[in-house]
């Protein structure tokens, strides 16, 4: 799962294009993202075994990126 704010989209989808080319299944919002947002990360983080954030401060200061996060880290923390 690639996790960014959506001023790198462009990079972001730049780096999934070269991961997939490596064989690696890649999920990032831009193709899969249906029904709530928050619900819909929540699930993709839980399915991941990799997850890439792509941090800036408009990444931290992005309250859907902060929300991120903060189910990263109750994951992390299990």
């Known amino acids: 799962m690639i996790s960014y704010q959506w001023d790198t989209q462009q990079t972001m989808l730049q780096v ?3 991961l997939e080319a ?3 299944t890649v999920w990032m919002d ?13 699930r993709a983080v839980e399915k991941s075994s990799v ?3 792509a941090v ?3 990444y931290q200061n992005s309250p859907n990126c902060r929300s991120g996060m903060d189910f990263n880290d ?3 923390q299990l």
């Open 56 to 58: 800036s401060r408009k």
């Open 30 to 42: 831009v193709e899969q993202m249906e029904g709530s947002i928050l619900e819909t990360m929540a």
């Open 74 to 76: 109750d994951l992390i």
């Open 16 to 18: 999934k294009q070269e």
């Open 51 to 53: 997850l890439l954030l």
């Open 22 to 24: 490596q064989g690696f």
